[in-house]
Antibody
Framework: EVQLVESGGGLVQPGGSLRLSCAAS????????MTWVRQAPGKGLEWVAN????????NYVDSVKGRFTISRDNAKNSLYLQMNSLRAEDTAVYYC????????WGQGTLVTVSS | QAVVTQEPSLTVSPGGTVTLTCGSS?????????PYWFQQKPGQAPRTLIY???NKHSWTPARFSGSLLGGKAALTLSGAQPEDEAEYYC?????????FGGGTKLTVL
């Protein structure tokens, strides 16, 4: 059974940092692009970043460029999102998604940026 | 980055048919945008209904279909059921980054 389990969310002050993790199981993690999607409370979905199977290609939404870094460790079947210089507008549930027609989503981890 | 537009809300009668559309600020939506449609119900993660314009996942009810219509991507629901009341999001590829539409809140009433 495919599972994606996000962790690392929490409350952080503006300007702070957090590192999100996504533990994948039930499939060959190294064979798939992976994506982070976020959803602010009561708002719509926003694509954040994605990364190719071997980490050699990646993309970001303009609003996080220079502040967020996506990475992966195929040996650990894990996807990461390092978030620096956090702003109030980064407050959201962050979902890890398998980019195989975006077929599997985690349940999300909540990041709250507030003083 | 591009802006993807959807109707903010639509209402359909039970058993009725409704079409949701998805436009792009960069011009016509084509198959090269690999249009997706996601359904999200309150408190749940989204799930994919349609990918690459018109393809369905194994879990996609047959009453949902995807197409290109007048320069936009379209999701048609034929024979609406009460359980189809949800938020629907369009999602387009821009040769690297992806962009979601703002979502359409579909009411079955």
């Amino acid at each position: 059974e495919v599972q994606l389990v996000e962790s690392g969310g929490g409350l952080v002050q503006p300007g702070g940092s957090l590192r999100l993790s996504c533990a994948a199981s039930g499939f060959t993690f190294s064979s798939f692009w992976m994506t982070w999607v976020r959803q602010a409370p009561g708002k719509g979905l926003e694509w954040v970043a994605n990364m190719k199977q071997d980490g050699s290609e990646y993309n970001y939404v303009d609003s996080v460029k220079g502040r967020f870094t996506i990475s992966r460790d195929n040996a650990k079947n894990s996807l990461y999102l390092q978030m620096n210089s956090l702003r109030a507008e980064d407050t959201a549930v962050y979902y890890c998604v398998r980019e195989n027609f975006f077929d599997y989503w985690g349940q999300g981890t909540l990041v709250t940026v507030s003083s | 980055q591009a802006v993807v537009t959807q109707e903010p809300s639509l209402t359909v009668s039970p058993g009725g048919t409704v079409t949701l559309t998805c436009g792009s600020s960069t011009g016509a939506v084509t198959s090269g945008h690999y249009p997706y449609w996601f359904q999200q119900k309150p408190g749940q993660a989204p799930r994919t209904l349609i990918y690459d314009t018109s393809n369905k996942h194994s879990w996609t009810p047959a009453r949902f279909s995807g197409s290109l219509l007048g320069g936009k991507a379209a999701l048609t629901l034929s024979g609406a059921q009460p359980e189809d009341e949800a938020e629907y999001y369009c999602f387009l590829s821009y040769s690297g980054p992806w962009v979601f539409g703002g979502g359409t809140k579909l009411t079955v009433l």
